[in-house]
């Protein structure tokens, strides 16, 4: 098994930046992408952005171009996710999820581990 636990949600301005983190332990050579994933209150979760599990890859969600940055440590086991210019329509529960397959799908059955969620809520 896998396990995946996020930290660092908060309440945040608009304008404002967070990082988010996740932890993997257990059966980690078990996995390969990851990604992050969110969901607003009464909306389907979505994908944020993505990392290849076997190339420099990354992918994101277009409305987070520029504002959000995904990132790896293998060694730490640690998924990153840099927020910057946040904006109210990125208040969320985030996600953390991996996959056994090496390319992050967008599609949220692809995903066999999630973590609990870390809420993030972006309001003056």
């Known amino acids: 098994q896998v396990q995946l636990v996020e930290s660092g949600g908060g309440l945040v301005p608009p304008g404002g930046s967070l990082r988010l983190s996740c932890e993997v332990s257990?059966?980690?050579?078990?996995?390969?992408?990851m990604a992050w994933f969110r969901q607003g209150a009464g909306k389907d979760r979505e994908f944020v952005a993505g990392?290849?599990?076997?190339?420099?890859?990354?992918y994101y969600q277009e409305s987070v171009k520029g504002r959000f940055t995904i990132s790896r440590d293998s060694a730490k086991n640690m998924l990153s996710l840099e927020m910057n210019s946040l904006i109210p329509e990125d208040t969320a529960v985030y996600y953390c999820?991996?996959?056994?397959?090496?390319?992050?799908?967008?599609?949220?059955?692809?995903?066999?581990?999630w973590g609990q969620g870390t809420q993030v809520t972006v309001s003056s």
């Open positions: 999820a991996a996959t056994r397959s090496s390319t992050p799908s967008r599609d949220v059955t692809s995903y066999a581990y």
């Open positions: 257990g059966r980690t050579y078990s996995i390969s992408a």
């Open positions: 990392v290849h599990g076997r190339e420099p890859a990354k």
